[in-house]
């Protein structure tokens, strides 16, 4: 089965990453939620990169705000995927968290959401799951096609609320 890991900087990334486990829970995919700090806990943050693929991980998401280098040093100690998911939490407006999370040198890649992009990070994610497991990639199917009924019915109702 697959596994998804959402490893965040600081618990105060929380709410931000409460969106992904949303997806994940939507789309019955186990995860696990951690706190590990690129910065005040850089020996567990390298730990548990270079033990993802043991224990059974199939893809890392990595949020962090400010010198967000979470996404980078994980990506360092592992061959899973890595996306980062830069957070807004600082006077900065979130910039100084997107260019530290998507200006990896080569060699390191590390796929970037956009700043505070929770679900687009857990549905990136699910993508990647959907390669190895078809039953996630049916759901995503299922998922985009009531996205677009939900836009076609907008269109149909729009000049009846002007
Ligand atoms: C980053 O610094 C964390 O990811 C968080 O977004 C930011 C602030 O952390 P706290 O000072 O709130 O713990 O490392």
Redesign the pocket.
């Known amino acids: 089965m697959s596994k998804a890991a959402i490893v965040?900087?600081?618990?105060?990334?929380l709410e931000v990453c409460r969106k992904a486990a949303e997806i994940f829970a939507q789309f019955g995919v186990s995860y696990e939620v951690r706190v590990i700090?690129a910065?005040r806990t850089p020996q567990i943050a390298c730990d548990f990169a270079s033990k993802a693929e043991e224990n059974g991980f199939d893809v890392i998401i990595a949020?962090?705000?400010?010198a967000?280098h979470?996404a980078g040093v994980i990506a360092a100690h592992t061959v899973l995927p890595v996306i980062g998911l830069p957070?807004k939490?600082s006077t900065m407006d979130g910039l100084d968290?997107l260019l530290s999370t998507v200006q990896m040198p080569a060699g390191i890649p590390v796929a970037c959401v956009a700043i505070n992009g929770g679900e687009n990070a857990a549905l990136l994610a699910l993508q990647i799951l959907g390669i190895k497991y078809p039953e996630i990639s049916k759901k995503l199917t299922e998922f985009k096609r009531e996205m677009a009924n939900k836009v076609i019915a907008d269109d149909k109702e729009i000049n009846s609320l002007l």
């Open positions: 965040m900087g600081s618990k105060s990334d700090s910065h949020a962090a705000g400010k967000a979470l957070v939490s968290s």
